[in-house]
């Protein structure tokens, strides 16, 4: 298995607060992805990375905010969550080029009251 | 737009027989993949189709790309068990310098005994 790791596995917060998941990879990968995983939409991606400070928006990017400070981190923050936020949400990395295979963290569920 | 249809979304088959689940996309694409997913887990590569009329196979998995007609196909031979699961394919999209994967519903496989 990739070395990918996210933090935290599970988690419950109330609408309006701040939240931030962690990736970790110890891959080495330059590009890594945050995903929201939703019944009936496959995955749909957030943001992405293509180096440290270097971040793209996704397909579904409203409400979220992104940093990459280090190679092997990747946060992703929901500045104020909302109830639509619930969600399973996954990190994935790649490289060294953006068309490799992305292999996949193990998910964070994420429960928006 | 790029979008990616896979059907059927949902099968239940019985052990020992075979079927396939389709992937349609609607434009031009460099790549194909197909990955598994277990209920509460990760998501696990299976393959990636580069050029037209590529074909892989692993155990009793055989995934195809026809790219002219814009399909993939992956054929489950005398199912088992142990392929009961979630199977998306997901194709690249390069759109403004921007580059994500864009992804199908997933086809959940129930393969009974």
């Known amino acids: 298995d990739a070395g990918i790791t996210q933090s935290p596995r599970h988690k419950v917060t109330e609408t309006g607060t701040p939240v931030t998941l962690r990736c970790h990879q110890t891959?080495?990968?330059?590009?890594m992805y945050w995903y929201r995983q939703d019944p009936g939409h496959g995955l749909r991606l957030i943001h992405y990375?293509?180096?440290?400070?270097?971040?793209d928006k996704g397909e579904v990017s409203d409400g979220y905010s992104v940093s990459r400070s280090k190679t092997e981190d990747f946060l992703l923050t929901l500045e104020s969550a909302t109830s639509s936020q619930t969600s399973v949400y996954f990190c994935?990395?790649?490289?060294?080029?953006?068309?490799?295979?992305?292999?996949f963290g193990p998910g964070t569920r994420l429960l928006v009251l | 737009e790029l979008k990616v249809e896979q059907n059927p979304l949902f099968l239940s088959m019985q052990e020992g027989k075979n079927y396939t689940i389709y992937c349609n996309y609607s434009?031009?694409?460099?790549?194909l993949y197909w990955y598994r997913q277990d209920p509460g887990k990760s998501l696990e590569s299976l393959f990636v189709?580069?050029?037209n009329g590529a074909v892989k196979q692993e155990g009793r998995l055989m995934a195809s790309l026809d790219t002219k007609a814009r399909l993939s196909t992956l054929h489950i031979t005398a199912a088992v068990h142990d392929l009961s699961a979630t199977y998306f394919c997901a194709v690249d999209m390069i759109e403004d310098s921007n580059y994500q994967l864009i992804w199908g519903a997933g086809t959940k496989l129930i393969i009974k005994p």
């Open positions: 189709l580069l050029s």
């Open positions: 891959e080495n990968h330059r590009y």
């Open positions: 990375s293509y180096g440290v400070k270097d971040t």
């Open positions: 994935a990395i790649s490289g060294p080029s953006f068309q490799e295979t992305q292999y």
């Open positions: 434009t031009t694409s460099d790549r």
